[in-house]
């Protein structure tokens, strides 16, 4: 698998960009970024959008993408997510006032965008990718997502503090090449990390520790808030026995 990193902070300024990674160029986790960070032409190539949540800095872009791919005819897009995710984005975003109903409107092949409501820890084939939901802990519901191809799975926290059900199954997922990771305050803004569902570096330790062989994991973070992006990578740096990387806008790593 090759991931492309469109956007991978936890804000936004000219130089900061929020959660959207694609995975070989056709399968998009979270929206943060997907217009802002994707050609035209990459724009009308994903097939599906996986949302881990329906907060704004993750779904913002589904709104551009969508109008986007219908004025040049795109197949429809397929937005996968749990219920509740659906749920919200039909409502509260695509509900003909905040935006408009993009189910309803036609490209020139169907629909603009197609819903895709999966289950919690029911692994569901999304193409030629296997794709497990998993519940983290945020404010809303939110979900992980576990990518799997025969060659290797990725994982991808969504917004989280401390959490558990997630490493048992990090812990079960066989040829797990990397990790995107959340963590989004300094240790010392830790009371707001935790009312907001979020990381620090220690929480972020602790939980990366829950993991079989901790060491040998490639964890990316993502989210970091902009205001605080230095002092969390200084934070980060210091941890040890972990294997820690922060991306950049138009990274590309090969799974």
């Not at 913002?60 to 996968?80: C, F, H, S, W, Y």
């Not at 330790?205 to 964890?219: G, H, Q």
Request: with cysteine.
């Amino acid at each position: 698998m090759e991931l492309f990193v469109a956007g991978c902070h936890g804000g936004e300024t000219p130089k900061h960009r929020t959660s959207a990674f694609v995975v070989d160029g056709r399968i998009a986790i979270d929206a943060g970024a997907l217009t802002s960070g994707l050609s035209l032409k990459a724009q009308c190539a994903l097939d599906a959008v996986l949302v881990s949540h329906a907060h704004m800095d993750h779904v913002r872009d589904l709104a551009t993408i969508a109008d986007n791919r219908t004025q040049l005819g795109a197949k429809p897009l397929e937005i996968v997510g749990i219920g509740h995710t659906i749920d919200a984005l039909r409502k509260h975003f695509f509900n003909g006032l905040l935006w408009p109903d993009f189910t309803r409107i036609p490209t020139a092949k169907a629909p603009a965008v197609r819903y895709h409501v999966i289950d919690a820890l029911a692994p569901t084939k999304i193409g030629k990718y296997r794709v497990t939901a998993v519940p983290v802990t945020h404010t809303i519901d939110c979900v992980a997502f576990i990518v799997e191809t025969p060659s290797g799975a990725l994982a991808y926290s969504g917004d989280t503090g401390p959490t558990d059900l997630l490493w048992e199954r990090l812990n079960e997922t066989k040829k797990l090449r990397l990790l995107l990771m959340e963590v989004s305050f300094p240790d010392d803004e830790q009371r707001l990390a935790t009312v907001s569902g979020h990381h620090t570096p220690k929480t972020l330790a602790e939980d990366l520790r829950k993991y079989k062989n901790p060491s040998s994991l490639d964890v990316l973070l993502y989210h970091m808030k902009p205001t605080h992006e230095r002092q969390v990578e200084r934070e980060c740096a210091r941890l040890r026995g972990l294997n820690l990387s922060v991306p950049r806008l138009g990274d590309i790593y090969k799974v």
